[in-house]
């Protein structure tokens, strides 16, 4: 068994409430050794520090998610920026992002908030956890030139997009979508990236990989998508879990964590 890292679960969602204390122990026996639980929404950010605090494997960011930009608030932001000052723990500013795929979200509004997010995260000098879809173009034109660094999750975009983020200092997050046999654009990205630029992730409840199709996904399935990407790329899995997991500690700054 190796040590992995799953740096997208949403462990706090009450679809977990029955069952929250066993999927971690079942994650921590498969060797998932960290998880990082980003917010989504103001309402929930308390409830989030309070559920880290119960369990030394998890980690937690602080974001406003664009599919719930309609319930987001001026005073969300506020509430943001006085958690960071007072953070205890929190890993990065996410999940942020934008999704124009769904065309229901407030365009003007996503932008508004994601950029006011970007500026905490440079004054705080946090990494990001990005959500994007069908944005990838206006999600790098508001990074600019900056390095927040951060992680993309669920990255699904082309190899050209994808060098672009790793320039300015981000890591690409993959899970269940590469256990799909039918994913081949997906499978020949992770063949062509660099090991150095890649970050495990299940997105639990959500992505659940091609075994577990349908089902509630969990940070327990993570080696099932270790293994996916290990049989796409030239390393062994040995190699690609322990790079991830470097990966996912630089880039989230978790030695602080891992040594105190």
Not at 10 to 26: E, G, M, P, S, Y
Not at 37 to 45: E, F, K, L, M, S
Not at 146 to 154: A, F, W
Not at 199 to 214: F, I, N, Q
């Amino acid at each position: 068994m190796v040590d992995i890292i799953d740096t997208h679960c949403h462990l706090d969602f009450a679809i977990f409430d029955k069952d929250r204390d066993q999927v971690i122990n079942n994650a921590k026996r498969n060797g998932v050794c960290k998880l990082i639980i980003p917010g989504v929404r103001g309402a929930t950010w308390l409830a989030l520090r309070s559920l880290v605090s119960s369990h030394h494997c998890l980690h937690y960011a602080l974001g406003l998610h664009p599919y719930f930009i309609d319930e987001h608030r001026l005073q969300d932001l506020v509430l943001l920026k006085d958690l960071l000052i007072n953070r205890r723990g929190a890993v990065a500013i996410g999940e942020i992002g934008l999704d124009f795929f769904d065309k229901s979200l407030d365009r003007a509004k996503q932008i508004s908030m994601f950029s006011q997010q970007l500026d905490l995260a440079a004054e705080f000098q946090l990494p990001v956890i990005l959500h994007v879809r069908k944005a990838h173009d206006d999600v790098l034109k508001l990074l600019g030139s900056h390095k927040y660094g951060g992680i993309v999750h669920g990255f699904s975009g082309g190899i050209d997009i994808a060098k672009r983020y790793l320039n300015l200092g981000f890591k690409l997050g993959f899970g269940g979508m590469t256990s799909y046999p039918h994913s081949r654009k997906l499978h020949d990205l992770v063949r062509k990236l660099p090991l150095d630029g890649i970050v495990l992730e299940t997105d639990a409840p959500d992505m659940s990989g091609y075994k577990y199709r349908g089902q509630r996904n969990s940070p327990e399935f993570l080696p099932i998508y270790l293994d996916a990407i290990a049989d796409l790329r030239p390393e062994n899995l040995q190699r690609i879990a322990e790079q991830t997991c470097r990966n996912t500690i630089d880039v989230l700054a978790l030695e602080t964590f891992l040594t105190n």
